[in-house]
């Protein structure tokens, strides 16, 4: 026999011990919902993301009663938009009768308590695919802000809960956050997408958008990921600037970035489980290699423990779902 005064295990032995001092736990209340929406009146199921559409704005209410009842509190909007729409300063941003406040405001007439989140950027909007402005091929920085804020105060005003900027131009948290004050709407929470990478596992959700940049890459405004401290650097702006909470995104490859934005704020850190991610997973379990219930809800608990206190999830509902068994 060992001669060990310290056993770890015994801290292992039933469920009951174990539930004692377990660190992390995961409930329907720390999910947010992503939504694909057009403005046809047909679902169109994305390819690259199984069990996700692109849904009308019926099917979207119906996704949102379901989600409800599983206890998911709150949505974030995607739209897919016409061609025809799109422009090179992608102004159906802030066309106040355009598909997301439409979509907004039907969703706060019929759930109140829902908290509707919005995607401030250009990309769907955007003939080059690009989340800001184009000009010889260069995305012009300040004259895109100008656009966001006129995106953000349009879905403010069309009742969104809180604006969710993605696009990474410098100064946009400040811009859009004096923006909004000008307007009235004080209440609305401003979460910035504040370390976010210019990653490969969006691929899926370009698909679902047809929002693929037109040339190039998106590196001159989101971060490489190799790089860690420049998160910190984010961080120290958007705080400044008056955001109300923090992303990082991607989510799984990232935790340590997460973790170190955990550490250096007090502001609630999000984290956006991101389109390939979530085809990682789901291609790997339909495969039967991998179990998908346990991988699942594993990826998620990994993120609350990295730090994220809210997770974006494409698996919002079936992991509702799987923690009410
Ligand atoms: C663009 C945006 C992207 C995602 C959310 N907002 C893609 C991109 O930056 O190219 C990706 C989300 C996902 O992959 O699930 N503003």
Known sequence: MLDLPSRPRRNRNSSVIRDFHRETWLAPQHFILPLFIHAGDTVEPIASMPGCSRLSLPAMLAEVQGAWQEGIRSVVLFPAIADALKTSDG??????????????????ARFP???????????????????????????????????LCL????????????????????GRI??????????????????????????????????????????????????DPANRREALRELALDEAEGADMVMVKPAGPYLDVILELRRATTLPVVAYQVSGEYAMLKA???NGWLDEKKTVLESLLAIRRAGADVILTYYARQAARWLAE
């Open 113 to 147: 308590e829902l908290v509707v989140v919005t995607d401030v950027a250009l990309d769907p909007y955007s003939s080059d695919g690009h989340d800001g402005v184009v000009q010889n091929g260069k995305i012009l920085n300040d004259r895109t802000v100008e656009i």
């Open 284 to 286: 790997a379990a339909q």
């Open 91 to 108: 102004k159906e941003c802030y066309n106040p009768n355009g598909l997301v406040p439409v979509a907004i405001a039907q969703l706060k």
């Open 174 to 223: 400040g811009a859009i956050r004096k923006a909004l004050d000008l307007e009235g709407f004080t209440d609305v929470l401003l979460v910035s997408y504040c370390a976010k990478y210019a990653s490969g596992f969006y691929g899926p959700f370009r698909d679902a958008l047809a929002s693929a940049p037109k040339f190039g890459d998106k590196k001159t405004y989101q971060m």
């Open 151 to 170: 995106q953000a105060v349009a879905q403010a005003r069309a009742g969104a809960d809180i604006v969710a900027p993605s696009d990474m131009m410098d």
